[in-house]
Every structure is written in C-alpha cells, then in structure tokens.
DNA sequence: CTAAGGATTAACT
DNA sequence: GTTAATCCTTAGT
C-alpha cells in the first residue's frame, strides 16, 4: 500500500530513513510505471547537522520545501548533472529529509535501461543516487511533488527487514560537515548490489 | 585515480 | 551587477 502523509510527518527523520529501507519507491512519468526496492537511504536532520542543506535555518529557493510538511520531493542538481531524489519528513517548519541513495529495480526495467542509455542491462542500473533518478525520469523540475500524488509515491510491501542485514554507517562525501560527518545516519542492506558505489 | 559540469551561494564591486 | 568557490557524483582513463 502507499505510504500516507502522516507517515513522513514523523518526528524523527533518522528513524524514518532505516525504516524507508525495503521500501518501495515508484514512478509514473511519461505514463510508465518504474521503481523499485530501497535498498540504502541517508538522513538529514534539519537542526544540529552543517551537512544538511537546511541547516542553522537557512531559508533559500533551494531549500524552500525544505520547510515544508513532510512527504514532499526535494531534488536538486548535484555537479552540475545529476538529480538527486530526498523525501521531505517532520512536520512544516522543520527541515528533515532522507536521501534515496540506492534502488533495487522491479519495475519497469526495460524504460529505466532507456532512460539511461543502454542497450544491455547493466548491474549499476540504479546503484547510485544520480543513477536511480535517471532511470526513474526524476527531474529538478520535480521539486516540491507531492508523495500522495500518482507521479512518485513509496509503497510499503510489508517486507520485513532483519535488523541484522541493515548496517548503519558515515553518510558519504560531506567532509565539509565536520564533526557531523561521522555520525551514522546512512542505511543500507548488507550485501545487496543494487547500493551505491561510494565509498 | 581524475575530469567534467551547472546551479547555487557568499563575497565582493 | 559580477566573480569565485563549492557541491549528498559518475564515467572514463
């Protein structure tokens, strides 16, 4: 079933990032279904944490919907090529997200290899940040959609993830964070393929 | 390992 | 108004 509103409302963002894991995410653009499992997420808190775009309360265009109350997208164009896909949580006025940094296709496998670019189907499909959004069709100009709507939508498949096979680690490349750097707010499933290759 | 790429932002005039 | 630095990455040596 799809997630409701009231389930990215939740107060605590880190909670909800190493729940969203086994997850489904979907898209519908174009009118072709795409999506796939979660396999690794990142959170973001809005206060306490320089990684997160929000922080000390910043209030810009790109972080606007930041702000807003929880299950909404926030994608914005990293290195000048690359969208990456972050759900909105908490409540309005509270600035936490959670980055989708890993997909594990199952649907749609074929229009994602076409967005893409390739021929054949290759193993880092979705592994990546960047990459799942391309294979989903996920644009910049999908800033600010919303989660209950039928254009991207989490689904719960009421799949069961043992806590064992979900490692908790450093989130990646946010040196500039300081000390927040290390704190363990990056998920992902042990072993699984379809997570991102960074280190 | 490095290079590319464009938006965003802070720091200037 | 402009410039320079920075970035939650990927593809290609």
Same mark, same amino acid.
């Given at each position: 079933?799809?997630? &409701? *509103? =009231?389930y990215?409302?939740?107060?605590?963002? @880190?909670?909800?990032?190493?729940?969203?894991v086994?997850? !489904?995410l979907f898209?519908?653009?174009?009118g @072709?279904?795409?999506?796939?499992?979660?396999?690794?997420?990142? =959170?973001?808190? #809005?206060?306490?944490?320089?990684?997160?775009?929000? #922080?000390?309360g910043?209030?810009?265009?790109?972080t606007?919907?930041? !702000?807003?109350?929880?299950?909404v997208?926030?994608v !914005?164009?990293? $290195?000048?090529?690359?969208?990456?896909?972050?759900?909105?949580?908490?409540?309005?006025?509270?600035?936490?997200? @959670?980055l989708?940094?890993?997909?594990?296709?199952?649907?749609?496998?074929?229009?994602?290899?076409?967005?893409?670019?390739l021929?054949?189907?290759?193993k880092?499909?979705?592994?990546?940040?960047?990459?799942?959004?391309?294979?989903?069709?996920?644009?910049?100009?999908? $800033?600010?959609?919303?989660?209950?709507?039928? *254009?991207?939508?989490?689904?719960d498949?009421?799949e069961? @993830? &043992?806590?064992?096979?979900?490692?908790?680690?450093?989130?990646?490349?946010?040196? !500039?964070?300081?000390?927040?750097?290390?704190?363990?707010?990056?998920?992902?499933?042990?072993?699984?393929?379809?997570?991102?290759?960074?280190?």
């Open positions: 079933m799809k997630l &409701p *509103l =009231a990215y409302q939740q107060p605590d963002v @880190v909670a909800i990032a190493r729940d969203l086994g997850k !489904y898209t519908r653009i174009d @072709v279904l795409t999506g796939g499992r979660i396999v690794e997420t990142e =959170a973001y808190a #809005h206060i306490d944490d320089q990684a997160c775009h929000s #922080h000390l910043r209030f810009t265009k790109r606007r919907v930041m !702000y807003e109350a929880g299950g997208a926030y !914005y164009l990293i $290195y000048g090529r690359y969208a990456l896909f972050n759900i909105i949580t908490n409540v309005a006025g509270k600035a936490d997200a @959670v989708i940094r890993g997909l594990e296709p199952t649907e749609g496998i074929a229009e994602m290899q076409l967005r893409r670019g021929t054949t189907a290759a880092n499909l979705t592994a990546g940040p960047g990459l799942l959004t391309q294979a989903l069709g996920i644009q910049v100009s999908h $800033y600010g959609t919303d989660l209950s709507g039928d *254009l991207i939508w989490l689904e498949h009421q069961v @993830v &043992p806590a064992a096979d979900i490692v908790a680690s450093p989130r990646v490349g946010i040196d !500039y964070a300081g000390a927040d750097a290390a704190l363990p707010w990056r998920f992902r499933i042990k072993g699984n393929p379809w997570t991102s290759p960074a280190k």
